[in-house]
């Protein structure tokens, strides 16, 4: 008879004695449990123990956490978090140097523990890690130690940052600037002060009067403290008050610079982190990918108040922008003196241009999104590729007018396509790394990839012949050409525009006849009959690909802390397809994980459903706001008896697709993922191709000429065997 639920079976240490084997009853108060434990060693004063894991981040079993304890826990008899509390706070004021290292680095994993932080805390525990810090009398590990508990105790959020002296700002900013410190300090600090920016509107002012960009750009070299260093810049530029970001200056070239772009500018950021991040010799973590996303985000999100600024089509210097556009392309030197001759002429040229409204094309930029920043995006290309803008323009006008590719309308509407793909105005999403290389290769990035986007456009219209009515299909098809170029990670704008050579129209067409070929394709009774005998064999084979993923296992990533830390666990299922593996690691595996490193198991019998999204537990606590969007749609949880849940965040959609499908194949269940569908169209096709072809390549005995006949209808029907 398999044992209750509610109880569960762990061993419990104590040092210097024999491990206690005993069963839990998980209705019994925890005060009782730790008493009878008391009990078997003679230990007095059972108030003052406590449980803790005996493996992992070693936390304290509450009444609240005790329902995570599983069959085969290790625990370990402890003092209690208060008294741990006390007598670690005691030990950091000693005068010994030796004990007070000790203390310190106990406190530091301790500090992780909620329910430590929340007696330590409670006991002024903050202040005195506070004031250690401010007297500049600790160096080397004391330091670091001290650094790490007082950053893990404010990332529960139980005491205010708003609270932190400006005494100890000054000392962090401190380690910060010195030249030779500590690396591990120099994580810390940089850590703290990124948790000061982004959790108090005031600290920022305080942290960017004693930081500036130009002294975290010096870290950048150094890759132990590269993500650290470009974390604390994404905070600064996202905390920045709007009238520092968005500082507007006289040339209309520079118009939509902001202060802090032009700081990075100046500073060189941009070919610091190609040359010293992305094109580095070590590989790019995921955290560093994160941060390279964040920073690109937040880069085009400067261009959201162009984006949404309409033309005032009584502004004067807003008009000459266009009448600048129309003097390089028609050489206006040599204008006619007369009004109506001017004006005259004027609308021609607009028209020629290839604007909507040929009498006041400033119209045509009274609709946001693109509003001015289409107009930005057509002043560049005129001012700094004149040539390419000249030869755009008089190659349309030349044309035969149904097959003029219209330079203004399209500038307009490729300007609001790029602001869509690259959500300009979008808060970045955690837990993407989506950032692309090609954009840190350019100080002008979004003005050079609109050039080689229009140019593509106009390339495409050709080869589609289009006209004014193909307006809108010219526009999907050049929509499918970026994606798809973006989608293979160019690491440049020279290698960009090798991808989008390779993406013509005719190419277009081709890849999406491939993509159709199991939905169009193949159609008549005969071969629907060969897909209803290929797909039995064709999931099953899907499935166990599937299977064998999970049983090499994955690493996910730890969500939830308002500081992003390189924390992980790995999951993995067992060769007989009975147990599901997992346990907590320290950083993010290069191989493959041993089951023996992981501690915790979950059986698959137990297993009652999966649930994804917004039905998950953990999706539940969160917001619904746009940076949880991403994270909602790669969450999902097992749910197992009795009443229990495994949470996970997948790092991407392949691995989602992957782990839901294979946990849906493992409890008997249709896979039912977008990728399941795909893989299935598509090796059903390869499938009937190698049938039919093998059908083709059959040798026919030759047979005497045929009796002609009247024509008729033949139906026949293949013999699959």
């Known amino acids: ?22 069963e839990i009853d998980q209705k019994k108060p925890l005060s009782s449990i730790i008493r009878e434990v008391c009990d078997g060693w003679s230990l007095s004063g059972s108030e003052q123990f406590s449980l803790r894991y005996a493996d992992g981040p070693q936390l304290y079993i509450t009444e609240q956490s005790r329902s995570e304890m599983k069959n085969g826990t290790i625990l370990r008899l402890a003092i209690s978090p208060a008294r741990a509390a006390r007598q670690l706070l005691d030990r950091i004021q000693s005068h010994g140097i030796d004990a007070r290292l000790e203390a310190l680095k106990e406190l530091a994993k301790l500090s992780a523990d909620p329910t430590f932080a929340t007696e330590f805390i409670n006991m002024e525990g903050i202040g005195t890690l506070a004031r250690l810090v401010e007297s500049g009398t600790h160096f080397g590990e004391m330091l670091a130690f001290t650094l790490t508990a007082f950053l893990e105790l404010m990332d529960h959020g139980i005491v205010s940052w708003d609270l932190i002296s400006l005494s100890f700002i000054k000392q962090i900013a401190g380690y910060v600037n010195q030249p030779m410190v500590d690396v591990s300090i120099l994580q810390r600090s940089l ?123 009584s502004d004067q210097a807003q008009r000459d922008i266009i ?13 006619p003196s007369g009004m109506e001759k001017r004006k005259a002429i004027y609308t021609k040229d607009y028209k020629m241009l290839g604007f909507t409204n040929h009498v006041n094309p400033a119209m045509d930029f009274t609709q946001t999104p693109p509003g001015m920043l289409a107009l930005d995006n057509m ?23 149904k097959h003029e590719c219209p330079f203004g ?44 986007c229009i140019q593509l456009l106009n390339k495409t219209w050709k080869e589609m012949r289009a006209t004014a009515e193909d307006f809108n299909k010219v526009m999907q098809v050049v929509r499918e050409q970026i994606t798809r170029a973006l989608a293979m990670k160019p690491s440049s704008l020279d290698h960009l525009k090798g991808k989008l050579r390779g ?36 999931l099953e084979l899907i499935k166990q690909q599937r299977l064998n993923h999970l049983c090499e296992g994955s690493c996910f990533r730890k969500l939830g ?127 009937m191709k190698l049938r039919l072809l093998d059908l083709e390549n059959i040798a026919i005995p030759e047979a005497p000429p045929p009796v002609p006949k009247e024509p008729s209808t033949y139906n026949f029907t293949y013999n699959y065997g």
């Open 1 to 22: 008879m398999p044992p209750h639920s509610d109880i569960v079976k762990v061993a419990i240490e104590w040092p210097g004695a024999n491990a206690q084997l005993i």
């Open 323 to 335: 009448f600048e556009l129309r003097r390089i392309a028609f050489d206006g030197e040599n204008d």
């Open 503 to 538: 993406l013509s129209y005719s190419e277009i067409l081709r890849l999406r006849q491939s993509e159709r070929m199991s939905q169009d394709d193949f159609q008549s009774p005969p071969i629907i009959e060969l897909r209803e005998r290929i797909q039995p064999e064709i």
């Open 409 to 452: 309308r399209c500038a307009i509407e490729l300007t609001r396509m790029l602001c869509e793909i690259l959500q300009v105005g979008e808060l970045p999403n955690e837990g993407c790394n989506d950032y692309h290389p090609m954009f840190f290769t350019h100080d002008r990035a979004w003005e050079e990839f609109f050039c080689v």
């Open 191 to 313: 850590a703290i002060l990124e948790s000061m920016v982004l959790n108090s509107h005031s600290l920022y002012h305080r942290v960017a009067q004693d930081i500036t960009v130009g002294q975290l750009i010096g870290h950048l070299s150094n890759q132990e403290i590269q993500t650290y260093a470009i974390a604390l810049i994404n905070a600064l530029f996202l905390k920045a008050p709007e009238d520092r970001r968005q500082e507007e200056h006289n040339n209309p070239l520079d118009q939509r610079l902001t202060e802090m772009a032009s700081t990075l500018a100046q500073k060189h950021l941009r070919s610091i982190i190609l040359n010293h991040v992305i094109r580095g010799n070590r590989p790019i973590k995921a955290e560093m990918a994160h941060q390279l996303y964040v920073l690109q985000v937040l880069t085009f999100n400067l261009l959201e108040e162009r984006m949404m600024t309409k033309m005032d089509p």
């Open 561 to 687: 802390n308002r500081r992003r830390q390189e924390k992980f666990w790995f999951c993995r299922l067992s060769l007989n397809h009975k147990v599901l593996h997992y346990g907590d690691l320290d950083e993010s595996p290069q191989g493959e994980v041993p089951l023996e490193l992981l501690t915790d198991k979950i059986s698959v019998s137990d297993i009652k459903s999966v649930v994804t999204g917004k039905d998950c537990p953990h999706m539940k606590e969160k917001s619904a706001l746009k940076q949880n969007k991403e994270v909602l749609e790669l969450a999902f949880s097992i749910l197992y008896d009795p009443d229990e849940n495994l949470n996970f965040v997948a790092p991407n959609k392949y691995e989602y697709c992957i782990w839901t499908d294979g946990l849906c194949a493992l409890l008997g269940r249709e896979m039912g993922s977008d990728l399941t569908r795909s893989d299935l169209d598509t090796l059903i096709s390869m499938e």
């Open 379 to 401: 002043l560049y290309l005129a001012k700094l590729h004149q040539d390419t803008y000249i030869r755009i323009v008089l190659e349309n006008s030349s044309r035969e007018d």
